[in-house]
């Protein structure tokens, strides 16, 4: 088997023959293999043992075919080196025992160090790299400022982000303080994980979509956009993931980086429409489309390719992570449709 | 008190001196006054009590002051009559015991007589009306066929969505047949609450968000005209709240209806632009606005009536429902600043 980098040149709007695919969460509970992992181990265990991020990390490669990896962990992973009292819940998701809720509070908080305190997040990468040898490319990732801070602030998992736009909007000096250190860790974080190997990096904002437009452009985006525009010196593929933000996508695109990451709310003829040509487009199936029946499943897919055409920058992924009770034989028949229907219509056949 | 028709002016896009104002959910637990009548009695109990029901709508006209009255229900309010066993479980939500997952329970599935098994709505709004003499003019409401079909396969709230997608994906007929049945009785219930007295009704599409453009184009979209087009012919004006889905806000105009409402995730700048002049505009604070400072609130509300403008057709309107820990006099606050700066707006002051 040769090296495939078809991802890594999807991202750099370069020509490809078909259209690479990797899945949001595709190291994940739907797999039995991540299930009988998990079992024996907890969440935070599986991301700070390297061995464990690293076997997880390779599953979907080996048992699906995707066309890139990225590494086992979680975007709060640096939260208790910056003081913050991370823990997941069973069920429950993450709870942060100690969140901010004042400008004091903004005070105390750590940039962190990621050697420091992620060192066995380097350690993954460089083991991976080694693993994916003749495979395919690694891609790394990290929070966005917003979802960090947003996670920072609430504790927990929410909908309605009260304190956190309360914060915003009644003390900016707070909020831009606490977003800039979450930035600084961000930045150092993600450039740490592209110095110890990684060829791609994500920078995930996976709440933003809860913010009126007017607020993310003035308290959001210019936090984004540094840690993009940072990271980018480093010269490997930034993909920039608003989740939820597609009424906005505008915007979000000034946020730079290399490829725009679509979730399945806008159809992908307007997402060609609505973002520059000088990004890749990474999306955007309806994740749930793994749930139906392989006919509509292949309907989905070529209507997506077919929205997107043959110009070089298409990455394909799911609109959102892969839900746990998917099927891995449908994530492998996905990835059949769209290698053999981009394969097809890249060659205009 | 002279009688104040704003808001009937504004569906219909007649000029107004100011832009009137209600709030989704205004009839609800972020007022005392609410919660102690809520305390006493079950959610579907208040529902079906019309004095009950009388009380609490009357509430926000009496201490919020706003423009318009909306009728106590609830959107899931004829389930029982269609032969789904509906339960409001403490803490959860509604729950829906019998849920639909085959053609076979579509079959069984009813299309329910209005006055048999909402009767007492027809009540409560006939009171309503009486009670609102030479104040306000009273919204009526309902699901609609997309978002009822979602409670009923689902049989609780989700993110997901994966058996009614499923359902959606793999049977298109027993998927058209069920929104045919629930189109139906929207469509019935809906024109008895006019018949009874309600002078504008709005449609919600709660949970459309969550589909992908070019699902609700085909498998959505028709259902949802049938049931606009069709109570459109009694003569008040429809409002279609699709929350989610400004991304395919192009699609959302197509179902029809008076007044397109907008949900916080679109600019309004944006709104006027892509939604057709002939409809009226309801929309689009954050509703977390509730917890700004007051200067910052001040500020969200001129932005959103100067990005409208002196064109008439606006509703005022959170951009979803008021979050049950909001403070009553914010609210208040609010439709000050709504009536101050939209009276100066038009004014040309």
Same mark, same amino acid.
């Given at each position: 088997?040769?090296?495939?980098?078809?991802? *890594?040149?999807?991202?750099?709007?370069?020509?490809?023959?078909?259209?690479?695919?990797?899945?949001?969460? #595709?190291?994940?509970?739907?797999?039995?293999?991540?299930?009988?992992?998990? @079992?024996?181990?907890?969440?935070?265990?599986?991301?700070?043992?390297?061995? =464990?991020?690293?076997?997880?990390?390779? #599953?979907?490669?080996?048992?699906?075919?995707?066309?890139?990896?990225?590494?086992?962990?979680?975007? *709060?992973?640096?939260?208790?080196? %910056?003081?913050?009292?991370?823990?997941?819940?069973?069920?429950?998701?993450?709870?942060?025992?100690?969140?901010?809720?004042?400008?004091?509070?903004?005070?105390?908080?750590?940039?962190?160090?990621?050697?420091?305190?992620?060192?066995?997040?380097?350690?993954?990468?460089?083991?991976?790299?080694?693993?994916?040898?003749?495979?395919?490319?690694?891609?790394?990732?990290?929070?966005?400022?917003?979802?960090?801070?947003?996670?920072?602030?609430?504790?927990?998992?929410?909908?309605?982000?009260?304190?956190?736009?309360?914060?915003?909007?009644?003390?900016?000096?707070?909020?831009? #303080? =606490?977003?800039?250190?979450?930035?600084?860790?961000?930045?150092?974080?993600?450039?740490?994980?592209?110095?110890?190997?990684?060829?791609?990096?994500?920078?995930?904002?996976?709440?933003?979509?809860?913010?009126?437009?007017?607020?993310? @452009?003035?308290?959001?985006?210019?936090?984004?956009?540094?840690?993009?525009?940072?990271?980018?010196?480093?010269?490997?593929?930034?993909?920039?993931?608003?989740?939820?933000?597609?009424? %906005?996508?505008?915007?979000?695109?000034?946020?730079?980086?290399?490829?725009?990451?679509?979730?399945?709310?806008?159809?992908?003829?307007?997402?060609? @429409? #609505?973002?520059?040509?000088?990004?890749?487009?990474?999306?955007?199936?309806?994740?749930?489309?793994?749930?139906?029946?392989?006919?509509?499943?292949?309907?989905?897919?070529?209507?997506?390719? @077919?929205?997107?055409?043959?110009?070089?920058?298409?990455?394909?992924?799911?609109?959102?992570?892969?839900?746990?009770?998917?099927?891995?034989?449908?994530?492998?028949?996905? *990835?059949?449709?769209?290698?053999?229907?981009?394969?097809?219509?890249?060659?205009?056949?």
């Amino acid at each position: 088997m040769s090296y495939n980098d078809t991802f *890594l040149r999807a991202c750099r709007c370069e020509p490809t023959e078909y259209t690479p695919m990797w899945m949001m969460r #595709q190291a994940g509970r739907y797999l039995p293999e991540y299930r009988a992992i998990r @079992e024996k181990h907890g969440f935070l265990e599986m991301c700070r043992t390297p061995e =464990l991020a690293v076997e997880v990390s390779m #599953q979907p490669v080996d048992l699906i075919g995707v066309d890139a990896a990225i590494m086992f962990s979680d975007i *709060l992973i640096s939260f208790p080196g %910056m003081g913050l009292d991370l823990e997941f819940a069973k069920g429950e998701g993450p709870v942060i025992h100690n969140p901010i809720r004042t400008a004091a509070d903004v005070d105390k908080l750590r940039v962190a160090d990621p050697h420091e305190v992620t060192g066995f997040v380097m350690e993954t990468i460089k083991i991976l790299r080694r693993e994916l040898e003749n495979k395919v490319p690694l891609i790394g990732f990290a929070g966005a400022p917003f979802t960090l801070a947003s996670y920072a602030i609430e504790g927990h998992g929410t909908r309605d982000y009260e304190n956190c736009k309360a914060l915003m909007w009644s003390d900016p000096d707070a909020w831009d #303080q =606490l977003l800039t250190k979450f930035a600084d860790t961000t930045i150092a974080y993600l450039s740490a994980q592209i110095d110890a190997g990684a060829q791609a990096v994500q920078v995930f904002d996976s709440w933003v979509g809860y913010v009126a437009p007017r607020d993310y @452009e003035k308290s959001v985006l210019p936090h984004t956009k540094r840690v993009i525009d940072e990271v980018s010196k480093k010269g490997v593929p930034v993909i920039h993931f608003a989740n939820g933000a597609t009424s %906005m996508i505008d915007l979000v695109q000034q946020a730079g980086g290399d490829v725009v990451g679509v979730d399945w709310r806008l159809d992908m003829g307007k997402a060609v @429409e #609505q973002i520059d040509p000088r990004f890749a487009i990474q999306g955007n199936i309806d994740p749930v489309a793994l749930f139906a029946t392989d006919d509509e499943l292949e309907r989905m897919v070529v209507d997506i390719l @077919e929205k997107f055409g043959t110009r070089p920058g298409h990455v394909f992924n799911l609109g959102h992570g892969i839900h746990k009770t998917s099927d891995p034989e449908k994530a492998r028949t996905l *990835l059949r449709f769209v290698h053999e229907h981009s394969r097809r219509i890249r060659s205009g056949a």
